[in-house]
Every structure is written in structure tokens, then in C-alpha cells.
């Protein structure tokens, strides 16, 4: 066996062999062709005769595992840019994948991009305004956000390949295309506002610490907001002109950028043990940086040469440049400030040291609002409270009101940057290890790191330090650096150079992120930046990324832009805990992490941190963030492309349907939640598409009622032969439905008879307690005509087959003259023609398509009809009140109908009737049977037409006379001529039809039907008839001798009924009838459609309504 795998992998029946290669064959099934000798022999020895044919669609075992083995998935990033600018055959050479481990490839990366700017400029501030105890609390919080999303990224980048992408394509394949793309754009601009934020950094270092000198806007001998619009402005210009530099960097090579990774990586590195060495150096030799304080309020150090009002010169005492600042001039007996005179001054040091016992007095925060004077807990002061401070320029100010959870927003971003390993993932060597261990171990260290240097800087350093977030009482220096060894500067160029390099990482990571969201396709207008460079270099994208920097540029303030991005990282790790969760609670059987360390419910606890630090940083920044990942949400629904990526939506939605349709299956449901569930029959054409469009327009005015769907559609065959129709049938059907907008399921049938698959379709549709209730059929066009005639039968059947199955049953009439959903009647009546109680169907069909734009115009109008024994009066108000009670609209009719005679044209209608039935009978008998069926009924006519006038009888040529190839037409027609007398005319079977028609126009049925004399045509109404006409009618009488006298009685009450519908709704936009039952014995079919036709002619528009013998509308609540 070892040899067989051996040959074939080495062989023709490797990786690129048949099976493999190869296109798949389109059927499913082992296919005899003109290669089966080529097929054996190629895998003749192989052991695979048996499989020989299946190779097209399964490729063998050995095939499969050497195409895994030799899977590798680059990014289109940095290592590919950087071999193509170095070799001009790059292009043409496999680019090897690269081989990175754990430390290199994950923890060192998260080490950078966790620990950056807010530690170097915000954390002393934080811990003084916020205290040990409440920064301790923020960034335990913060951390146990980031240490759970990593368990679950662990687990989610650990169930299989995860590919370049990150936290970007994890998310959206577990999730879903919706959630995936609204959450990879909230990546994205979280990320791009981390560039800003690193920017903003970059230029506060370098403005405030470096080179004070190089602002364009001096801030010199400015106060308050005018001190402070220069400053944003200088923020404004060095920020663009770094931006554009930054970009240019990213533009031209992003090898560049990764060659100062580590580089930038050392300087963090270095600033932190810098930091740490000096802390351990207080302990015993605590840096000399006093801090001149005059009462309990810090004095600013620029401009003061001394902390003293006076000093002793020789034997004279001269003022310092402090007194000048608080006094009118430098003399002994000047006018100085009340504060200044009734208070001392004094030097505090400012980092007493480690063993100082100074954390006590730091426990606890000290918030300030905006231009509030930083103040010294404990030391005494003489101030009058009333009067307001003056000269407020010359202390130390708080710049910004401070509250906690502005302490949380500005604190988040420090600890983001988790993903920074799974974003590599394509460049892992193995990354389902080196992910987990590599990111928890980076958050370990870096959580250690945050939460020590919270307690180290609250024992070290004095609260007014702390608080002073610019040092403007230590000289200006960074409040960090005064506490590092061996010099400040090592704090301040480290910081320097590691918020220059997570800037860059910024602005080469986003652009690549949008360049995947864009590929994927999922979001329509983003797709013109999947393209970029000849070797894949997204330039849109980092135009995009750059430009929405720009904002967080010209916003200026760290501490604004900081909650900002905290928003969007918080979104995309909550949506990662939410991923982990629903895998885990659903189930899924590829739900399989190598990574164990998980459990749902922590999952489910890190989503809810996220949410909650979301609305503690700030709720309008949460809501807007929500709003946007909302309304991407929606976009994508309507307007992306559909992908079927596994998601996990997907598992919950097939969850939940499960769970509801058990449900329903507990019991019916109550009429009040009672809704049309249609089941939509169509026609289909030899083309597949389908023939009644119509229907759908129609079903999507009734869906008001918003449920069910099922369109249905049959094709004839056998389904190995027929199976690729019905797949165009159904795709026909899918488009028609997304035309009409109609929201439900389609389904073709096919069976060796398109009755049965009808009734497979009634029977089989639906699942479970999600079944259908009504049909919806099309009345069948030209039953009348002879190769109509199984249409005809299989409408019957429906109709019988829903009455069985206590379905609904809604049959339109002409429907091609039904609206499109696109027209509006503007004015009109929805008549309803109550005759029996059908359960309501014929109240609720008008309410739900006048909730329809076509139909909402209209109104409703009711008749029902009163016999002689019927108080019509009473009937009226009896009908008014339900309708109050049902809560409908309507006006309301009683018609009366009188008991009359049955007419002559009643009996002669019954009798060509009955005769077309026989007729149309006899098409299914043998030749020899049908001639003699036919002659029959020929001399039965004839003879009783010589009854009645025997010179009025033409001479007729016998019907066993014609030709051996006459078709059952022409025998019609001469049936059609046997029974018609010398002066008689064709008489149209509907009042509106023209007088005169050609006979032979007409179908052998219409001219059957034309049997009525000119007297009659001449009162437009074939049931009035003269005198003279009836008596020589009734001279006919031995002629209805044999008419079955039930038929008499109906086809006289569809006559008298129709006369009465078409007087009062001729005009109607809509009439809707109770259809009469099916026939229970199948020798009167064609009567009964004879019937529905007498009953609707004349009608533009008609719905015949059968209930399911169930109450579908209440009047209770």
C-alpha cells in the first residue's frame, strides 16, 4: 500500500492528476465516456478499479493529504512588498512562507503594541487624579477585558487555518458577513484613530519636552484658551506634516517600517526598565526635583530663579522674579496678591522615594474640574473661599475636567493591540500554537507591567507631580523621566521613537484590513480599495486611512481622540467574545479548538466588560459607535453580497427555527394568530420560466398578514432526467420572487404526472407547524378547449384536495388583469359577495390587501343576499354590528333575490351544458366508441329538433361518414350545427361580448354555447324572454326531459346571481365570491366549471375564496 501511495504522489496520480485538477463533472452519478479506457489504465495498479469513475468528484485519499501538506497562506503584506522591490523575479517565484515562532511572531509584536504612548504621557496623571485605588481598579478591568477576548481569539483562531485577516475574518466567519463587515470596519477605524492617537503623541513630545522652541503658534505669555488654541494648532500643523510623512513611508516601503520594528521595540523596552531601575534607585538615593509650593498651591517652575519672596544680599534684602509675578513692583512695600501675602512658600520634593510612605496619601483620587489650581493634600493655607484666585497664570492648572470614567476611555487604548498576533497568523509557522500562548503571555506581561507601575508611581512620587501632566512644576521635564535612571531623556526619546513606530504599524496594519473587508466583496462601495499597487500594495486604502487620520489629527487632543478609538476596539472585542460564546452554547460539530481553555461563560463575561466600558467611557461616543456598526449591519443585509461562510448567525437562526417549530407543533394556533400561510401554484413553460407572473404580485399584496410563502411549481419527468429543469425552474421561481419582492421559499416538484406532483406539493410542503393553510390557484384560461382538458381535471383535484386537507382556497380569475405592485388605484371598491359563512376568509382577504399601497385607496363594500323568508332590515344591522365588532370599514348591501321560474335560456344553458360534458367525455374513449357515442347523441338531437320544426332541419351529413383522419373538432362543429335550428343564432355567453362573432373564430366549446335566437339578443338579457320565443321554446320540451334537474337548479341560481353581482359591482376594482364546492362524483366536472363561468361572466376581476372550515378573524381581543 505504501508503494501505491508512493506512486501515486509521485506520479499521474498526484496533486495534479484527473480528480484533482481537473474540472468536476457536472452529474453526480458514474458516467460512462470515451476516457474510461484512460481512466484505467491511469489508475491501473493503483488498487482503484472500484473508484475509477468516481474520481472526477473524489479525489483519492493520498491526492487530498499532499495538497494539504502543501498549503501556505501569505499575507499580501510587508514580506512580499519587500522581496519584490528586491528582486525583480519575485513576481514569477513561489514566495516561500515565512517561519516565524511564538516570541517573534506574536508575543513581541502584542508587546509593542500594548505598551506605547498612554504609558509614557498619561499613566502618572491617571494615577494622580484617579488615585492607586481607582487606576488600579481601571486597569484591572481593562486587563481582565483583554485577557478574556484573548481566550476566546484563542479558541476562535484554534478551531482550523485561520488565514491573513486576523481578528477580521475570524469574527466575520463566525458571525456572519453582516456582523463581519460591521465589526472589521469598526477595526479599522479604530486602528486608523490609533494612528492619529500615536501621532498626537509623537508631536506632544516633541513640542513640550524636545524642542519647546520649534511651535509655530507661541504659546509664550499666553493664558487660558488662547494658550490653549495654540497649542492645538501647533498640534494641528506638526500632526499633518507627520501624517503625510508617515504615509509617504508607508507608500514607498513598507520594508522599511518593518525593519525598524524591533528597533522601536527596544526603545519601549528600554524606557520601561529605565523606569523600573529608577524606582528601585529611590529606595535608597531618591533624584533631587523640588517643587515650590506657596500654600498648598503648586507654582509653575518657568520663569522662577528661586522658591523664596525674598532673598538676603549682603545686608540688604532683595525680591525674587516670584515677587514681581505677585506683586506691582520689586520693591519690599509693594501691593502684592492676598493669597501670596498670607501664605508661605515652600519646596516639596517631588519624588520623596519608594520607602517614603507617600503611597497613603495617594490612595485615593482627586478629581479636579477644568482650571482648578493643583493643590497639596494636608498642608495648610490661608485663602478666603468667597474671593476668587487671581493670578491663576502663575500656578500649575488642571487643563481638562476629570471624572473616572474619562480615566477609563483615556486608559483603553493602552491595553489594546491584542491582535496584533492573530493579524500575523498567515506568517505563523504554526499559529494555532503560537497564538494563544504568544498573546496571553503578552497581556500576562503587559498587565504585570501596567498594574505595578500603578502602585510604583502612587509610592514614589508626590500627588502634585502626579497631577501635573505636562511637569510644568518639575521644569517642564515628563513626569515619567524625572523618576528614570540613568537621565529623564532616556524616557523622553524612547517614548519618542515608540510612538513614531506604533504610528507607522498603525498606518501599515488599517490599510490592509480594508484591503481584505474590500475583497471579500461584502460591502459594495468599498470594493475600489481591494485594488492597489502592481505587488499588491493597498494605495486607495492607505489614501482612505490616511485621510480619516486627518480627523483625529484635527481634533489635536489626546485625551479626545483616546475614547474614540477606545469605542471601536471595545465593539470589535466584545463581537469576539460574542463569536466564542454562541459557537460554544451552539454546538456546532466544527466547533473543535485545540485551544481548551474556554468556556462560554467567560466569554459571555468579557462581552458584557466590553459593553459596559463602552457606555462607562462614553455613552454618546457608544451610541454613535453602535449606530455606525448598525448601520453597516443594515447596509450589508440589503445591499451586500450573500456569502455562506459557516457563520454562526447561521447555527443560532437554524437554532432558534428548530425551537419555534417544536413549538408550534404543540397545538393549532389560536384564531387570532391566525394568518394566510400560501401555498402559490404556478405554471411553468417549456423554458422553465413562469407562465402567471401575476400571482406573485398578487401574493405579495396579501402578505400584509406576514407569513408564510411557498411557492410551488411542478415539472413532468423523472427526476435523474429532469433534475436540471426543475433546478432552472426553481432559479426562474427564486428571481421572479426577489422581482416581486416576495419574502418565502420555492419548490419545484417533478413526478411522472403533474397531478401527482400537485398533490405532493399540497401535501408535503411546509415543516412541521410552519405548514401552509391556503393555496392560491389560478382559474384554469381556455378550459373549454380540448387539450385543456387535464388542466381542467387537475384544477378540480386541487380543489377537491384542499377541501380534503381543510385548506383555504383562493382561486383569481383572469389574473393577467390583476395590478402590478407598481400601479395605484386611487379610487374604487373592494366588493365582497357574502353568500356562506367560509370562517372569515372573505372579511380578512380585503382588510390585508387594502393594507397594500395598490389596494389602500379602495373601499370596502359588503353584500350578502336575503331570501323571502329573510328580514332584510334586520339582516343589515345584524351584518353592521359584526363588522363593528371585527373592526372593519364597510358598507353594507342586502340583496334581495326573488324566488322566479326557471327560464327556457336557463334549460337550453343546462342542455348544451350537459351535451359539451358528454362530448368532452367521449375524447378519452377508443375511435370506434367515440363514433358511436357521438351518433348517439346525434340522433337524439335530431330527432327531437324534428319534433319541434321538421322543415327547419338542414340536411347533415352523417358523422360516421367523415373521413378516417377528421379530427374531434370538426366532429364538434357538426354537432354544434345538428342542434341548432334554421333561424337560429349564436348568442355570446357573456352581455358584454359583441353581438356578432365570426363562428369560426370561435373553439368548438364557444360555439356550442351560441344556441339562443335573435328575439333574445334583442332584450341584452338572454333570461328575459318574449312570448311569441316562449311558447316555441317550451314546444321544445321533450328535448330537457332527460337534463338532470340538480344542474337545472344550479346553473338558474349562478344566472340569477350573476345578474345580481354584475348590477352592483360591474364597476367594482375587485369582487371577491364564495366558491362553490366540487362536484363529489367526477361525471360533472366540466358542469361545475360550466357553473363558476356562468356565475362570474361579466367581471373584470374576480377571487373565489373557499374557507379551510376553520374560524380565521374574532371579534374578541
Known sequence: ????????????????????????????????????????????????????????????????????????????????????????????????????????????????????????????????????????????????????????????????????????????????????????????????????????????????????????????????????????????????????????????????????????????????????????????????????????????SKGLDICAKTIERGNATVTTKLWKLFCDSEFLNATCDEYFTNNNLTQVQGIPGVTSGILAENLFGFYMEKNDILEKRGVPAVADPDVPPTNSNRYVLADITSFFTLLVGIYFPSVTGIMAGSNRSGDLQDAQKSIPIGTILAISTTSMIYMSSVILFGACVDGVVLRDKFGEGV?????????????????????????????????????????????????????????????????????????????????????????????????????????????????????????????????????????????????????????????????????????????????????????????????????????????????????????????????????????????????????????????KGEQALRKLMETEKVKGFSQVVISSRLRDATSHLIQAGGLGGLRHNTVLVSFPKNWKQAEDNQRLRNFIEVVRETTTASLALIVPKNISAYPSNGERFTEGHIDVWWIVHDGGMLMLLPFLLRQHKVWRKCKMRIFTVAQMDDNSIQMKKDVMTFLYHLRLDAEVEVVEMNDSDITAYTYEKTLVMEQRSQILKEMHLTKNER???????????????????????????????????????????????????????????????????????????????????????????????????ARDIFNMKPEWENLNQSNVRRMHHAQKLNEVIVKKSQEAKLVLLNMPGPPKNRTGEENYMEFLEVLTEGLNRVLLVRGGGREVITIYS
Open 1 to 300: 500500500m505504501l508503494n501505491n501511495i508512493t506512486d501515486c504522489e509521485g506520479g499521474e496520480g498526484g496533486t495534479n492528476s484527473q480528480g484533482d485538477g481537473n474540472p468536476k463533472e457536472s452529474s453526480p452519478f458514474i458516467n460512462s465516456s470515451s476516457s474510461d479506457v484512460e481512466k484505467s489504465q491511469q489508475y491501473d495498479g493503483k488498487n482503484m478499479a472500484l473508484f475509477e469513475e468516481e474520481m472526477d468528484t473524489s479525489p483519492m485519499v493520498s491526492s487530498l493529504l499532499s495538497s494539504l501538506a502543501n498549503y501556505s497562506n501569505l499575507t499580501q503584506g510587508s514580506k512580499e512588498h519587500e522581496e519584490a522591490e528586491n528582486n525583480e523575479e519575485a513576481r514569477k517565484k513561489t514566495v516561500q512562507a515565512p517561519r516565524m515562532g511564538t516570541v517573534m511572531g506574536v508575543y513581541l509584536p502584542c508587546l509593542q503594541n500594548i505598551l506605547g504612548v498612554i504609558l509614557f504621557l498619561r499613566m502618572t496623571w491617571l494615577v494622580g487624579v484617579g488615585g492607586v485605588l481607582g487606576t488600579f481598579i481601571i486597569v484591572f478591568m481593562c486587563c481582565s477585558t483583554t485577557m478574556l477576548t484573548a481566550i476566546s481569539m484563542s479558541a476562535i483562531a484554534t478551531n482550523g487555518v485561520v488565514p491573513a485577516g486576523g481578528s477580521y475574518y475570524m469574527i466575520s466567519r463566525s458571525l456572519g458577513p453582516e456582523f463581519g463587515g460591521a465589526v472589521g470596519i469598526c477595526f479599522y477605524l479604530g486602528t486608523t484613530f490609533a494612528g492619529a492617537m500615536y501621532i498626537l503623541g509623537c508631536i506632544e513630545i516633541l513640542l513640550i519636552y524636545i524642542v519647546p522652541q520649534a511651535a509655530i503658534f507661541q504659546i509664550e505669555g499666553l493664558e487660558g484658551p488662547e494658550a490653549e488654541a495654540g497649542m492645538l494648532n501647533n498640534m494641528r500643523v506638526y500632526g499633518t506634516i507627520v501624517l503625510s510623512f508617515m504615509a509617504l513611508v508607508v507608500f514607498v516601503g513598507v520594508k522599511y517600517v518593518n525593519k525598524l520594528a524591533l528597533v522601536f521595540l527596544a526603545c519601549v523596552i528600554l524606557s520601561i526598565l529605565a523606569v523600573y531601575a529608577g524606582v528601585i534607585k529611590t529606595a535608597f538615593d531618591p533624584p533631587d526635583f523640588p517643587i515650590c509650593m506657596l500654600g498648598n498651591r503648586t507654582l509653575l
Open 475 to 727: 521644569n517642564g521635564n515628563l513626569v515619567i523621566g524625572t523618576l528614570a535612571w540613568p537621565s529623564p531623556w532616556v524616557i523622553v526619546f524612547g517614548s519618542f521613537f515608540s510612538t513614531c513606530g506604533a504610528g507607522l504599524q498603525s498606518l501599515t496594519g488599517a490599510p490592509r484590513l480594508l484591503q481584505a473587508i474590500a475583497r471579500d466583496g461584502i460591502i459594495p462601495f468599498l470594493r475600489v480599495f481591494g485594488h492597489g499597487k502592481a505587488n499588491g500594495e493597498p494605495t486607495w486604502a492607505l489614501l482612505l486611512t490616511a485621510s480619516i487620520c486627518e480627523i483625529g489629527i484635527i481634533i489635536a487632543s489626546l485625551d479626545a481622540v483616546a475614547p474614540i478609538l477606545s469605542m471601536f476596539f471595545l465593539m470589535c472585542y466584545m463581537f469576539v467574545n460574542l463569536a466564542c460564546a454562541l459557537q460554544t452554547l451552539l454546538r456546532t460539530p466544527n466547533w473543535r479548538p485545540r485551544f481548551k481553555f474556554y468556556h462560554w461563560a467567560l466569554s459571555f463575561l468579557g462581552m458584557s466588560l466590553c459593553l459596559s466600558l463602552m457606555f462607562i467611557c462614553s455613552w454618546y461616543y457608544a451610541i454613535v459607535a453602535m449606530g455606525i456598526a448598525g448601520c453597516i449591519y443594515k447596509y450589508i443585509e440589503f445591499c451586500g453580497a450573500e456569502k455562506e461562510w459557516g457563520d454562526g448567525i447561521r447555527g443560532i437562526s437554524l437554532s432558534a427555527a428548530r425551537y419555534a417549530l417544536m413549538r408550534l407543533e404543540e397545538g393549532p394556533p389560536h384564531t387570532k394568530n391566525w394568518r394566510p400561510q400560501i401555498m402559490v401554484l404556478v405554471g411553468l413553460d417549456a423554458e422553465q420560466n413562469v407562465e402567471q407572473p401575476r400571482l406573485l404580485s398578487l401574493t405579495n399584496q396579501l402578505k400584509a398578514g406576514k407569513g408564510l410563502t411557498i411557492v410551488g411549481a411542478c415539472v413532468e419527468g423523472t427526476y435523474l432526467n429532469n433534475h436540471a429543469q426543475a433546478q
Open 931 to 1029: 363514433e358511436r357515442e357521438i351518433q348517439s347523441i346525434t340522433d337524439v338531437s335530431r330527432g327531437s329538433i324534428r319534433r319541434k320544426n321538421p322543415s327547419n332541419l338542414h340536411p347533415q351529413k352523417s358523422i360516421t361518414e367523415e373521413p378516417a383522419g377528421g379530427s374531434v373538432e370538426e366532429k364538434s362543429e357538426e354537432e354544434v350545427q345538428l342542434i341548432q335550428g334554421k333561424n337560429a343564432t349564436p348568442t355570446p355567453t357573456s352581455p358584454t361580448s359583441p353581438a356578432s362573432l365570426s363562428v369560426g373564430a370561435m373553439t368548438p366549446g364557444e360555439e356550442m354555447q351560441m344556441t339562443w335566437s335573435d328575439e333574445t339578443e334583442k332584450g341584452n338579457n338572454p333570461s328575459v324572454v318574449h312570448p311569441e320565443t
